[in-house]
T-cell receptor
């Protein structure tokens, strides 16, 4: 049984570009959350998707957007990349919004 | 708002030593409390949790007790192993709502043979 899978594992972009990160939830999970983890910090909540809608959102600008597909997989899009967007982006899934989350190994995004 | 404060690392111990990683929190209401572990190059794994005051969470020899009077949730293990080397995150989530943890900054544990 595959856990949460994220792609790509590493990505290098330049300032001003746009990026899309992808996440496949654990089998049977319908809720997907995204986190940003800067170096040496704890993960910060970006947003959560449930039933293809953004259910909750953290304190991130509109440059950060997402989508959830009917098969529950999800994408995180970041526009107009800044140097400060360099981080590990973690996806987590759960059986429903009120259940513990299972994390993927993350996508390491570097902005030059 | 909610916040979590952890002791700064790294914590460096010899194998079989006793481990304590301090965690205190600020929250309204009655949050649930968690410890997550992150091994090098991997995502976070839920280590243990406690959902109400005086509850003790335990897993893989690790324990933590929900202390409402001191707003603390310290992580302990009686005898650490080299394989316990990782970063440990204390977290809380608000009660009665979605499971969205607020994480501390993490404490790195290094265990030497």
């Amino acid at each position: 049984d595959a856990g949460v899978t994220q792609s790509p594992t590493h990505l290098i972009k330049t300032r001003g570009q746009q990026v899309t990160l992808r996440c496949s939830p654990k089998s049977g999970h319908d809720t997907v959350s995204w986190y940003q983890q800067a170096l040496g910090q704890g993960p910060q909540f970006i947003f959560q998707y449930y039933e293809e809608e953004e259910r909750q959102r953290g304190n991130f600008p509109d440059r950060f957007s997402g989508h959830q597909f009917p098969n529950y997989s999800s994408e995180l899009n970041v526009n107009a990349l800044l140097l400060g967007d360099s981080a590990l982006y973690l996806c987590a899934s759960s059986l429903d919004p009120d259940q513990p989350q299972h994390f993927g190994d993350g996508t390491r995004l570097s902005i030059l | 708002g909610n916040s979590v404060t952890q002791m700064e690392g790294p914590v460096t111990l010899s194998e079989e030593a006793f481990l304590t990683i301090n965690c205190t929190y600020t929250a309204t209401g009655y949050p649930s409390l968690f410890w997550y572990v992150q091994y090098p190059g991997e995502g976070l794994q839920l280590l243990l949790k406690a959902t109400k005051a005086d509850d003790k969470g335990s897993n893989k020899g690790f324990e933590a007790t929900y202390r409402k009077e001191t707003t603390s949730f310290h992580l302990e293990k009686g005898s650490v192993q080299v394989s316990d080397s990782a970063v440990y995150f204390c977290a809380l989530s608000r009660s009665g709502g979605s499971y969205i943890p607020t994480f501390g900054r993490g404490t790195s544990l290094i265990v030497h043979p």
